[in-house]
């Protein structure tokens, strides 16, 4: 009692102290004043967090000031094999884990032979913190005594107050490896499962949640028994048993595998056994459909808390049926390590294992299973055909079990049934035609109601009363208003459809295209959902789904669905409705990337046809498509009819959408790289500056269309000579499409090449071919072949090639993009023309001056007229030219 009182008068007057100092300071003296004392220090920190409040609690550097100080590691030497800690001598190292590292060791008192594992400290790692989590370990393996769950041995410290943990050793695989190894049926990794809930469910009823069940955490051993090991983050519910673990648990620090985490621990809000189930139905998850449910590689940490919070994950059975249609080699494998094969597979996920899954991972902690125990009931109904408590307890359900049950018993009622199902359905048309009748005038107000309210509701959120003074962004209201829709408006499915589409075509418009087909995916279940999977505007979210695809990058995707829409409008519309237009223009942009040049230029013609047809070549709609058509025949370089269209557009699209529209903006650098093509590099200038700053101002300057002006722009002032300016140009754009559009994008590509030609021409071969490099591997993963970005990147890597004297490599790439150009190319391409100029080039260098010849004199004139005399490459093969004739 009397240290109790002595320990409370301490606490009080270093809080006391504490309260008046600044954040380092207060750091700095805490450290001092409680010395090596950690359970004075873990009621300090507690202490001063109520007071101060958790802002100041968790300040920048606090913790660290208090918690590590200035402590010796673990005085031992990199490699440990060999060494003794208290009884055990260390044989080698199993692994790592986040709070220590993990040895096998066995006993060297020789009383009797025994392997284990144990856990200490990495160096380097050595402090309080870690320490008070490494007790907490070993406290909570102390209180846990069951056949599935690694048992706590013995425990101790090393001579400079290290702590180590002594656990039973478990010589086997991880889950995950040992079912496909065996090629577990789904059955028999459903039982694995029950018995890890049954483990899980004991800890659960010890007060103490895992947090960290991943597949390396559950070793099964060769005689098939899972063991969980690795309470490391572990949590105590009751955390009054252990005073000097306060420090930790009051301070929640966010400890996770991340593609193991539920999203209550990404937020970092309170753990509960809850959140052990989610990620029991992560593992189940991905135990049997081979795949985890979402894909966090690569992603920022913002992205990976939106992805596990507020993504809903594909069904296990969707799953299969996605990665069969994407890689079906991949997905066979999958399920031959399932002793299946992927058709039975998806069969026997659909439908119970969908929704066991589905509500062990719901967002919402409380609408999950209420125990591990609950789950693996659910489990165990499952397998032997008796309705599991994730499916909604309906007659129809129940009854569906009972006959597959009882199939023989109730054959003899099925006439009965079927006859009386017959005239329960007219009845049912019946009395839904009239109530739909009777409901369409209310349905329609409703609806329009219900926009209103949800706009007027995001727009007051600018207000300052609501806003408390902060700024409002415009990408804020969306992603607020995304989430409402997403989460609201059930009972309004038209409503929530129409603004999911419309909230994810304005994040396709700003350039945040995951988001875009995000939404847009969910708008297209909707309209299926209360259309059927024929109907306009299904085919109009098909669609818009499809062109969402393409700026992304995804061409097989986008194609898909742009075909499912076409074929649907024709069918339900008509080959002349004005709705078909747009998706042909889609399909010519579709065309285009792919390099089909020729179809490309059926579709915008089609498309122009069809607004004409009702009358509407001046409407701006129609000037998109010429503006791409405009932009096909410039990449053929017939640069007179390309000016025609572009200002065709232009002029309509200045009186429709006013001088600041974006679509003004590319109108206008569309315009000017028109002009730089015939050389009027003097007009050109004017117009790359005032479409650079109408995108910057509307769109602003890391937005994929200005990204792309502003790519033009540094091409403009390669060809102007400015190699310096443009230089710095080019490399930021590259950085800023990366982000923009992701790292395999065709059009970062594209970018790369223009870098390594600027490059080349500015002395630095070596560096262009690590810029034509990445190009081609972007473009193996996103293009056809023969594609002429493609020709284009391999015409490039020749050059650089060539110009470090490696003329082997050289002619090799180089024919290789002449044998591609001449399938994708016209005759008179300049990209062609640029291949064959460097392949002469190359040749001549090799001393083959004829084979050389032809190539140049094919090639000069076509690059003097497209590039002009002054450009680099024209000059060189001018020159080489002359060598041939003078020799």
């Given at each position: ?331 066979a494998d999958i399920a031959s390590r399932r002793s299946t094969t ?309 002029d309509i699209d200045r009186q429709a959408l006013g001088n600041d ?21 003097s007009e050109a200038a004017p117009l790359f500056t005032e479409s ?196």
């Amino acid at each position: 009692m009397e240290n109790g009182k002595n320990i409370h008068e301490q606490v009080t007057t270093i809080v006391a102290h504490a309260r008046g100092l600044g954040t380092r300071d207060r750091g700095e003296y805490v450290r001092r004043a409680c010395g090596a004392d950690e359970t004075l220090l873990s009621h300090v920190l507690q202490a001063l967090a109520d007071s101060l409040g958790e802002k100041a609690a968790h300040e920048q550097g606090f913790w660290d000031e208090v918690a590590v100080g200035e402590r010796n590691s673990l005085a031992l030497s990199e490699t440990l094999e060999g060494q003794l800690l208290g009884r055990y001598r260390i044989l080698r190292k199993l692994g790592s884990g986040g709070m220590g590292d993990v040895y096998l060791a066995e006993r060297a008192d020789e009383e009797y032979q025994q392997r284990v594992a144990l856990k200490i400290v990495r160096g380097g790692l050595f402090s309080p913190q870690i320490q008070s989590r490494l007790r907490m370990e070993r406290q909570i393996l102390a209180t846990l005594q069951h056949p599935n769950i690694a048992r706590l041995l013995d425990g101790g410290r090393a001579p400079d107050g290290t702590p180590y943990l002594v656990m039973e050793y478990i010589d086997g695989e991880p889950i995950d490896t040992y079912c496909d190894r065996r090629r577990l049926s789904v059955e028999a990794r459903l039982q694995l499962i029950r018995t890890i809930c049954g483990a899980v469910h004991y800890a659960h009823q010890n007060l103490i949640v895992h947090r960290d069940l991943k597949p390396n955490n559950i070793l099964i051993t060769p005689d098939g028994v899972p063991k969980l090991l690795d309470f490391g983050i572990a949590k105590l519910l009751d955390s009054r048993h252990s005073a000097h673990t306060l420090a930790v648990t009051h301070f929640e620090y966010r400890v996770m595998t991340p593609a193991h985490a539920s999203p209550e621990q990404v937020r970092g809000d309170v753990i509960t056994t809850a959140s052990d189930i989610y990620v029991l139905g992560v593992l189940l998850y991905e135990l049997l459909c081979g795949r985890r449910p979402f894909l966090l590689v690569g992603t920022s940490l913002t992205d990976m808390e939106r992805i596990i919070c507020e993504q809903e994950a594909p069904t296990p059975s969707s799953m299969v049926a996605q990665v069969n249609a994407d890689a079906p080699e991949l997905m066979a494998d999958i399920a031959s390590r399932r002793s299946t094969t992927p058709a039975r597979l998806q069969k026997q996920l659909r439908g119970d294992l969908d929704n066991i899954i589905g509500m062990a991972m719901r967002k919402d902690p409380e609408r999950r299973y209420a125990s591990a125990e609950q789950l693996a009931a659910d489990l165990e109904h499952h397998l032997t055909g008796q309705p599991v408590l994730a499916t909604r307890d309906t007659w129809l359900y129940r009854t569906r079990k009972f006959v597959k049950r009882h199939s023989f018993s109730v054959a003899a009622s099925v006439v009965a049934v079927l006859t009386l199902a017959a005239f329960s359905a007219v009845t049912y048309i019946q009395a839904q035609r009239i109530a739909a009748e009777r409901d369409v005038a209310t349905a329609e107000r409703t609806r329009a109601e219900q926009i209103s309210s949800f706009l007027v509701e995001l727009f007051e959120l600018s207000d300052p009363s609501r806003s408390r003074g902060n700024q409002v962004t415009a990408r804020e209201i969306l992603d607020i208003g995304a989430r409402r829709i997403r989460l609201g408006l059930n009972e309004q499915p038209e409503t929530r459809a129409t603004l999911l589409g419309t909230i994810g075509r304005v994040y396709g418009s700003m350039g945040l295209y995951e988001s875009s087909v995000e939404l847009l995916e969910d708008a297209l279940q909707s309209r299926i959902r209360i259309h059927g999977e024929r109907h306009p505007d299904v085919a109009l979210a098909h669609a818009n789904l499809g062109a969402a695809f393409c700026d992304r990058g995804q061409l097989d995707a986008c194609g898909e669905q742009l075909d499912r829409a076409l074929a649907m409008q024709k069918e339900l519309l008509g080959t002349e409705a004005v709705a078909i237009a747009p998706t042909l223009l889609a399909h010519g942009r579709l065309a285009q990337l792919r390099g089909e040049l020729d179809n490309a230029e059926q579709f915008f013609k089609d498309s122009l046809a069809v607004y004409r047809l009702h009358q509407q070549e001046r409407s701006s709609a129609a000037a998109s498509v010429m503006n791409e058509l405009a932009g096909l025949y410039t990449y053929r370089n017939e640069y007179e009819r390309a000016a025609t269209l572009y200002r065709a557009a232009l002029d309509i699209d200045r009186q429709a959408l006013g001088n600041d529209h974006p679509q003004v903006g590319m109108h206008v650098q569309n315009l000017g790289f028109v002009l730089q093509s015939q050389g009027k590099l003097s007009e050109a200038a004017p117009l790359f500056t005032e479409s650079l700053q109408i995108l910057s101002k509307v769109l602003g300057e890391t937005h994929p269309m200005t990204l792309d002006a502003t790519a033009n722009y540094g091409r403009f002032l390669h060809r102007r000579g400015d190699l310096q300016q443009a230089e710095q140009v080019l490399v930021r754009v590259v950085d800023l499409n990366r982000k923009a559009r992701g790292e395999q994008h065709p059009f970062v590509g594209h970018d790369l090449v223009n870098l390594g030609m600027l490059r080349v021409d500015a002395g630095n071969p070596a560096l262009a071919q690590q810029d034509f490099t990445a190009a081609l591997a972007i473009y193996a993963v996103a293009l056809p072949p023969d594609h002429p970005f493609a020709v284009s990147a391999l015409s490039g890597l020749g050059r650089a090639q060539l110009e470090q004297g490696r003329l082997e490599e050289a002619e090799q790439t180089l024919r290789k993009a002449s044998q591609l150009g001449a399938r994708s190319l016209a005759a008179d391409s300049p990209t062609l023309a640029s291949v064959h100029s460097s392949l002469g080039r190359t040749l001549l260098a090799l001393d083959r001056a004829q084979e050389a010849s032809p190539l140049l004199q094919t090639s000069y004139p076509i690059l003097a007229k497209a590039q002009g005399e002054d450009a680099a490459i024209t000059r060189r093969t001018k020159e080489a030219l002359d060598s041939v004739s003078a020799r």
